[in-house]
């Protein structure tokens, strides 16, 4: 356990210091454990990366939950991520629910999208926009008001169509090319998608290109989702440019700014005005106003400015909340 004066701006934490690490912020709870217990509540990031403990989160931004062989229950308003081997992956949310999970549980429930690859569990799905379900050996079972598509190896799959196209537009464009599934819901913009499973586009006026090998999901208003991942993309822009390169998972929720992020696990970039430029292994979370964050590093980065510079450089963690430069 470790304990920081008010006035501290860095933390510097060599491997082995700690096994466990229990706290409560507001703005950040990162535990990086063996074979302890993280119990983490926070109302801006939780990140939890586990061997055989126990992941119990509770924010209204993010939970990114990566176990082997515990539990990880995540209960928020914007993003569940739970990759787990061997465990259960309980997750409820409004907006988005991703499990990927080999012989577990996945049990999702959300009003926008459920998106569970399973090899042996259960899927059980329930939601208004979409449900798809890609299974093995397990159970499809899906209950939506407008869609429906279950892929299975031995289980159970009701579907009505050989590959599926589904469009739901007003005056727009819908292009649309996929060996499995493509949905495009679109107002008056266009909706460009090439992919071998899904591409799930919504959009008001803006354009959605996207290709991927599994999922695309671009939510925009007026501006520009260019996408190009193997597994995810999730990118909510207003007027921005959300640029995304990753093999795992980039979020980039901007409103004005640019969204730079190239990572092979996740980048989260919050970014009002400015520019937020991240390259790591493992994540970067950036929260800035109008200044930038720059920041590498092996395990995490965590910068929160208002008007200042944050550049970070370490291996294990780093640890800055000023408004002046940090270097």
């Known amino acids: 356990l470790v304990n920081l004066p008010p006035n501290q701006q860095f933390i510097f934490l060599e491997d082995n210091i700690f096994k466990s690490i229990a706290a409560n912020s507001a703005i950040l709870h990162l535990s990086v ?3 302890g217990f993280n119990i983490l509540n926070s109302d801006i990031l939780h990140l939890s990366v586990e061997g055989l403990g126990f992941n119990i989160l509770d924010s209204d931004i993010l939970h990114l939950s990566v176990g082997g062989l515990g539990f990880n229950i995540l209960d928020s308003d914007i993003l569940h991520l739970s ?16 499990s990927v999970g080999g012989l577990g549980f996945n049990i999702l429930d959300s009003d926008i999208l459920h998106l569970s690859v399973g090899g042996l569990g259960f899927n059980i799905l329930d939601s208004d926009i979409l449900h798809l379900s890609v299974g093995g050996l397990g159970f499809n079972i899906l209950d939506s008001d407008i869609l429906h598509l279950s892929v299975g190896g031995l289980g159970f799959n009701i579907l009505d169509s050989d590959i599926l196209h589904l469009s739901v537009g007003g005056l727009g464009f819908n292009i649309l090319d996929s060996d499995i599934l493509h949905l495009s819901v679109g107002g008056l913009g266009f909706n460009i998608l090439d992919s071998d499973i899904l591409h799930l586009s919504v ?56 969204n730079i992020l190239d990572s092979d696990i996740l980048h989260l970039s919050v970014g009002g005005l400015g520019f937020n430029i991240l390259d790591s292994d493992i994540l970067h979370l950036s929260v800035g106003g109008l200044g930038f964050n720059i920041l590498d590093s092996d395990i995490l980065h965590l910068s929160v400015g208002d008007l200042g510079f944050n550049i970070l450089n370490s291996d294990i963690r780093t640890l800055s909340s000023s408004c002046a430069p940090n270097v």
């Not at 990759?83 to 991703?98: A, E, K, P, R, W």
């Open 203 to 258: 959009g008001g006026l803006g354009f959605n290109i996207l290709d991927s090998d599994i999922l695309h999901l671009s939510v925009g208003s007026l501006g520009f989702n260019i996408l190009d991942s193997d597994i995810l993309h999730l990118s909510v822009g207003g007027l921005g440019f959300n640029i995304l390169d990753s093999d795992i998972l980039h979020l980039s929720v901007g409103g004005l700014g640019f």
């Open 33 to 35: 454990g063996g074979l």
């Open 83 to 98: 990759v787990g081997g061997l465990g259960f992956n309980i997750l409820d949310s409004d907006i988005l629910h991703i």
